[in-house]
C-alpha cells in the first residue's frame, strides 16, 4: 500500500502578505517508496555469515551491469539466506533489493575495508582507515529496498585479531584514540537515496551518514544495534537537504538520529515523522552545527529508554545556528534527559564558532516518567530562543535552564496523550521450516482415517479401506490362477514366458469373472520388458516367490527423451498381440514425438484393487553409469531423465506388500483418475530409491514401514513432489519410514530435501518476479507465457502438494533446517514457494494478485488453517 504524508505532517508559516510559504520540513512531496523491478535475482548459497563466503564479486558484477531504475535483488533460498561480502559500491540509479529473511553480511576481514594504509581494524590517532560496507557516490535514484536485512556483524570478531569491531571502539575511547572501522552505508554528493523496510543491524560504527546529499527518503525501515556499541549512530544528515525519515523504528548504541552541518554546508528542510526510538543517545541536533541546521520537524515520535530525548548539542569548536525547529506530538518514556539542549556539549572546546540556537518549538511534548531538563544558551548575547506548549514531564523535574528566553512552561502532570503510543520493537519474523502436528492432528493421519476417503475433491466418499487386515499384508499363501517362468514350457492358459503376455490373459479371462481377484505368481528371475495392466483388468495380485523382492525384478530403460519412434521399434513386437486394453495403452505413446514423462513406466497399473508382492520394480536408466552424466553431458539428457519404474493411474485401492522400486528421477508417479479427485494407494515394509521428486503424484498414498532412498550421484534430492489438489484431504503420508541415503559422495553436500511442491503445468509464476522487462504472471483460463507476459490456470494454483511425516527416523542427509524445500529458484518462471498450510496459499494468492474469493469462488480463509506440510513424533539421525 502506498501512503503519503498526510497534512497533519505538513507544518508550514505563512508570511503576513501570504505570498511565500516556508516549509519547515522536507520539501519535496514523499509517498511511500515502490521497490524497483531487478535487473537480476541472486540467490543466497550459504545458510548465514560462515567464514570464507564472498559474493562481493557476484553482487558487484551484477550492480555493475544493471540499468538505471533497476535493482540487484538478493534472495534466499530454502535454508540458504545469506550472503557475505567486502565493500560495495551502488551505481547511478541501481539499487539493491534484499528479500524478507534474507540477510547481507558485511564480511569481517579488515583487508577488504582497507583504504590502503594497513590500518583497517586497528586503533590509532587518525581513525577512518575502513572503506564503508555500501557506498552511493553521486547517485541519483538509487537506494536499498526490501524486508531483509544489512548486518554489519559488528559484535563478530575480526578476522586476524582476538577483538570485534565493537571491541575496537571501546579500546580507542580507553585509549583517547580512534578506532579504523567501516561504517555500514555511506551516501555522498547523491540525489533521491532511498531506504525502504530494510533492516539494519550490528553496524561497526555509524549506520547511515549522508554528505551533501539532496533527497532522502528512510521509511518502514529499522535500525538494531546493542545500547553498548559504541559510536553506532542510526541515521545521520550532513550538510543535507529534503531529508524524510518515517515509519521507522531505531535503536542503538547512539544518537538514533544525529542531523549535522559541517564546513559543507547546511543542512535543512528536514521531516522525521512517525518513528519509534529504543535505546541510543536520542533524536539529536550537531554536534557539528557550524554549517547550520534549519527547518526541521520533528513530529509523532516516541522514544522509550534513550538517554536523551530531544537534543541539540554542540559547542565552539564546530557551532552554527539552528533555526526553526518544530518538535510535536513527542512521547518519552524512561529518557534520563527528555529535553536536552546545551551549547557547552564539549565543556574543554575552544573556538570562535558559537552555538546558536532560534526558533525551536515544543508543541504537545510528554515525558511519563520523571527526566531532566537541560536548556542552555550560550550567553545573554547568544541565548536560546524556544516556545512550549503543551509540555509536560512526569514527577519532579531537575531543571537546568540558562541563558534562555522561553515562552510557555514546562508542567508536571500525567501525559494521558501517550496511552497506547510506545510499541514494542518489532519482532523479526520466524520462519518455521519444520511445522510440527499436535497429538491431536496425528490422530487425523492414521492410516485408516487417511485412507477412507475417495473420490472428488472436498466432496470425497467414505469407503473404510484396511490394507493391513488384508492377505497380502499377513504373508497369505495364495493359488496362482498364472504362473510367469521363463524356464518353464509355456502353455499361453496358465503358464507364461512374460509377465505381459500373463496379464494379457488375465485381461480377457476377467470378461466372465470381473470382479474375481485373479493371482500371478512371477518366478524369481529378470523379466526385461514393459507391463501394462489395464483397467479393464479384474483385480490383479501379482507377487513373487523368491527369498526377497530383488530375486524377482521387471526392468526397461525407457526416458523421457526417447522418441515415439524408437519406443514402438523395441516394443511393437511385445504389444503386437497383447489384449485390446492393453494395445490401447501402448498406442497412446507410440506415435508421441517424444514418449514424455508419463510414457517411461516399467510398470503401468490402471488396475483397481491391483496388489504387488515380494517384486522388484526397475526403470534401469542410466542404472549403469549413474544419473550424474544427464547433468553433465552436453547432450539431450540435459533436459530428459525422467524414468518411471512404476505408475499407478487412477488405480484406487493400490497395494503394495515388500516390493522394491529402482530408479533415479520420478521412480514412483501416483495418479489420481482427473483433476480434483483421488485415488488410494497403500505401500508396507517396501523399498524406494531415487534423486529428484522420485515419489511424486496427485494421489492419495500411505507409506507404512517402508525405506526411502536418496541417491546423492547428481548431488540434490527431493524425496517427493507431490502435487495434490487444495481440497484433497490427504496427500503423502509417511509413518513409521527411514528416510536414508546412497554412499555417494554428493551425499554430504546439504542439498537434500523431503519435498518439493510440483508446480503442475505452470508456465510462468506469479508469486515472484522475474528479471524480464514488462513480466507480468496473471490469473485466466490456461497456462501459457509468451515473453514478457504469461497466465497461471486454477488447476496450477490450486496443485499444492500436501504431504505429513510421523514416527519416522530422518536422515542426516536431509536438510535439518529446511526440509522442505521451494519449487525452483526465485526469479525463475517456474518457481513457487513452499506452503505449509492454507494461510500460504491464500496470502500468496492475495500476494501475486489473485483474489481467492473473486477469482476462484473461495468463501474465506480456512480456520484453523489446513495442514499441508508437517511432522510429528520424528527422530532426526
Known sequence: MTRQLSSA???????????????????????????????????????????????????????????????????????????????????????????????????????????????????????????????????????????????????????????????????????????????????????????????????????VTLNNVDGFTAWGMRIDTPATARNTDGIDPISSRNITIAYSHIRTGDDNVAIKAGGNGPTENISILHNHFYSGHGMSIGSETNGGVRRVLVEDLSMDGTTSGLRIKSDVSRGGVVDQVSYRNVCLRDVKTPIDISTHYNPNAEGSQIPVYTNIAFDGVHSVTPGRVIMQGYDAQHPLQATLRDVDIAGKTDRRIEFAELRGDIISAPAAACTDRFAAFPAVATITTRPQLSIEQSRQYAYAEVLKYVGAAGNETIDPWDPLADPLAKGAVFTPDYIVDKAAKADGVKLFHTVQEAVSRAVADSRDHPAKRLYMLLKPGTYQELVYIPASAAPITMYGEGKDASATKITAKLDASNTGADYARQYDAQFAKAAPAVQAMYASIKDRAQIGTFGTATVWVQDKGFQARNLTFENGYNKDTGNARAEALPNINNIHHQALALQVDGADKAQFENIRLIGFQDTLYLKSPQIATTSRSFFNKSYIEGDVDFIFGDSTAYFHQTEIKSLGDRGLSYAAAPDTHVKTRYGFVFDNCRFTRDASPNADNGAFYLLRQWFHNSRCTPYDKVPVDGYACT??????????????????LEAVGKMVVMNSRIGAHINRTSPWSDWNKKGTLAYRPVQYNSDDHWNNLVKAGIDPVTDLGYTAKPSPAEVFLGEFNNSDE
Do not use: M
Open 779 to 796: 490469473f485466466g483460463p490456461t497456462n501459457g507465457y509468451q515473453a514478457p507476459k504469461g497466465t497461471i490456470a486454477r488447476n496450477s
Open 9 to 207: 505532517g505538513i507544518a508550514f508559516l505563512l508570511a503576513a502578505s501570504g505570498v511565500s510559504t516556508v516549509y519547515a520540513q522536507d520539501a519535496r512531496k514523499v509517498v511511500e517508496p515502490v521497490a524497483p523491478p531487478a535487473c537480476a535475482i541472486l540467490t543466497a548459497t550459504g545458510d548465514g555469515a560462515a567464514a570464507g563466503n564472498d559474493d562481493t564479486a557476484r553482487i558487484q558484477n551484477a550492480i555493475d551491469k544493471c540499468a538505471a531504475g533497476q535493482a540487484v535483488r538478493l534472495s534466499s533460498q530454502n535454508e540458504k539466506r545469506g550472503f557475505v561480502a567486502g565493500p560495495l559500491v551502488l551505481r547511478n540509479g541501481v539499487s539493491l533489493l534484499i528479500d524478507a529473511a534474507t540477510t547481507l553480511y558485511a564480511s569481517t576481514n579488515p583487508k577488504l575495508f582497507d583504504r590502503g594504509a594497513g590500518t583497517c581494524g586497528t586503533v590509532d590517532k587518525l581513525g577512518r582507515g575502513c572503506k564503508p560496507f555500501i557506498t552511493a557516490d553521486k547517485t541519483k535514484g538509487s537506494g536499498i529496498f526490501g524486508e531483509g536485512t544489512v548486518d554489519g556483524q559488528g559484535g563478530h570478531v575480526v578476522d586476524g585479531i582476538s577483538e570485534s569491531w565493537w571491541q575496537l571502539a571501546r579500546r580507542a575511547q580507553k585509549e583517547d584514540a580512534r578506532q579504523n572501522v567501516p561504517r555500514l552505508i555511506e551516501v555522498t554528493g547523491s540525489q533521491d537515496f532511498t531506504l525502504h523496510k530494510i533492516t539494519l543491524r550490528n553496524s561497526p560504527n555509524f549506520h
